[in-house]
């Protein structure tokens, strides 16, 4: 076996550390003239220390630490090493030499071994520090952190010890009783009310939140300051993002929109109300989609009997089959690649594999793309639902949940109204049917394909400009794994007929959105990355509603879902409109859009 020449060198000089702390313990027991029967006992007494410190250090490994990232564990592994050491070396002292080994010398050698062998190392430590700070490079970015906690002072070691290209200033926390005082040798400059002026004063590029066990409302009052002040804005995830107890640059992330929305993220207990799931075969149409992925993640965790993935195109689909089966070994899975509008093939599906709970969100959802090809809205979100409830009908599944929007309520789009319809059926199919059909209706969804914020910061990356339809738009936003866990909440209070209306809190101007991801990405909105209006497209509102006028709300008993109750349908006159479209689906769109009107009267015709 090769010896690493560094760790036998580190050795040597260890004991030549501890014939030197004995020596020099026995010339100060004795002020330089000692008795000549000594001299024998302390090259004697050196020759069992080498022995039983050699062992010692050893076996606490001291040869295998990176001393350039020592820490108080280390400190303490050479505090211990020592100690049994000099114990172990005294003892068997005792045991061999015919007279006793002064006391005196015993402490002040082990003091000596103790200050050489740890100030060596540590010594190494600053060394290497330095070298890391040398190697760096010489156009550094001003940092400031904001937190002095254990996150904090973590990450600030990080940064010193590797060659980031960033210099740390100063510390930020509300913590008064720090105020001033320096955590690894860098001042807490302040609380959050300090910040604007630190950075004008300290010329500050970059501030690292570093507060995982934050409340949202917090990192939004944070940001809120941040963000005025122009520089760019990075955190750390929170808490339970993280991997416990590892924390490094890399897990640092930009900051997101979620963490401007002011309120903590709404979490449900799904525990206890998923048994409709439980031992089920469910079925998820459009699984490869947005929404449609996250309901099969989160149905995973509730151990269906069998799981099946049914969507149009095969590259999602085989996505999310890959990472279930990853994530999920023990669910049984079937992934069918089929398109709800093709009836046949929809009722070939059912009869094979019988599903017990459906959720439908296999969908045409973007409005000026829909506006533009109205019949495709129609035979996908009107014919396709329609396909898929009839066969859900027809086959004995015990429940239909419809994915809708809010685009729904009012609509002035192609995609609003045909969502609308689809509303309309289910509810129709509910008073003839032993399945029970809802609908779930809520606003966007933050990060979906083809949202708004991935679309914003893709601008910013190119330099802009960012576009903006109209300075007055507003929207509701939630995140995709909250939306789906009200889904299944919602799917849990199912009685039959209902609309589910989620609470999105407050809604959200787009441009103050659009201004603040231009701020958090280290640019200033109109000057560094311009702004543009680009005028409200076909089908879209200036804001979104969530219930109709007709729809009175009720309350149900968990505080973020409501029931809107519509009024009564007329089946009849709704298969005849639905037949009519079936006959126009051909025509030009004008048609279309006439038929759909007179299903949906509260939908704004624009002919062009």
Known sequence: MRLNKGIVA???????????????????????????????????????????????????????????????????SILKAVVIGGVLSTVVAMLVLPERVPFSVVVLSLETVLLLV??????????????????ADPILNNVLIVGAGNC????????????????????????????????????????????????????????????????????????????????????????????????????????????????????????????????KTVMVTGAGGSIG??????????????????????????????????????????????????????RSVFEETLPQVV??????????????????????????????????????????????????????????????????????????????FVAV?????LGSRGSVIPYFKQQIIEGGPVTVTHPEMVRYFMTIPEAVQLVLQAGSLASGGEIFVLDMGQPVKILNLAEDLIRLSGYEPYDEIDIKFSGIREGEKLYEELLTDEENITATHHNRIFIGKPSDLNRHQLELEIKRLQRVIADDSSSIKTVIDQIVPMYEVVVS
Not at 31 to 59: H, V
Not at 299 to 323: A, Q, W
């Open 293 to 346: 992925s996250e309901l099969c993640r989160q149905i995973s965790n509730f151990k269906p009997s069998k799981l099946l993935l049914l969507g149009h195109g095969e590259n999602s689909i085989y996505n999310i089959e890959m990472e279930l089966r990853r994530k999920f070994p023990d669910v049984s899975l079937e992934t069918i690649i089929a398109d709800i509008q093709d009836r046949e093939r929809m």
């Open 441 to 445: 209706r809520f606003g966007n969804v």
């Open 118 to 135: 740890g100030g060596y190392r540590f010594l190494t430590r600053i060394l290497g520090l330095r070298s890391n700070r040398n190697a």
């Open 152 to 279: 904090g002072t973590l990450i600030a070691r990080e940064i010193r010890n590797s060659a980031s290209g960033m210099k740390i200033v100063g510390f930020i926390d509300d913590d008064l009783k720090n105020y001033k005082l320096h955590v690894l040798g860098i001042p807490v400059l302040g609380t959050r009310d300090h910040i604007p002026m630190i950075v004008k004063e300290k010329d500050i590029k970059e501030i690292i939140i570093a507060m995982p066990s934050a409340s949202r409302q917090q990192i939004s009052e944070i940001v809120t300051i941040c963000k005025n002040t122009g520089v760019k804005l990075r955190m750390m995830p929170r808490l339970n993002d993280l991997i416990s107890g590892k924390i490094s640059l890399n897990r640092i992330r930009e900051v997101s929109v979620e963490d401007l929305l002011g309120r903590d993220p709404i979490v449900t207990d799904l525990n206890g109300i998923m048994n409709y799931v439980q031992s």
């Open 359 to 436: 959720f439908h969100a296999a969908a045409h959802k973007h409005v000026p793309l829909m506006e533009r090809n109205p019949s495709e809205a129609v035979k996908n979100n009107v014919f396709g639902t329609q396909n898929v409830a009839d066969c859900a009908d027809e086959y004995g599944a015990e429940r239909f949940v419809l994915i809708s929007s809010d685009k729904a309520v009012n609509p002035t789009s192609v995609m609003g109204a045909t969502k609308r319809i689809a509303e309309m059926y289910i509810q129709s199919m509910n008073a003839l049917s032993q399945t029970k």
């Open 10 to 76: 580190l050795f040597i000089i260890d004991i030549l550390f501890v014939w030197f702390s004995i020596g020099s313990s026995y010339w100060f027991r004795f002020y330089g003239d000692f008795p000549a029967e000594y001299k024998l006992q302390m090259l004697q007494y050196a020759g069992i220390s080498t022995i039983g410190f050699g062992i010692s250090l050893y076996y606490f490994q001291l040869y295998r630490r990176a001393w350039e990232y020592a820490s108080v564990e280390e400190l303490l």
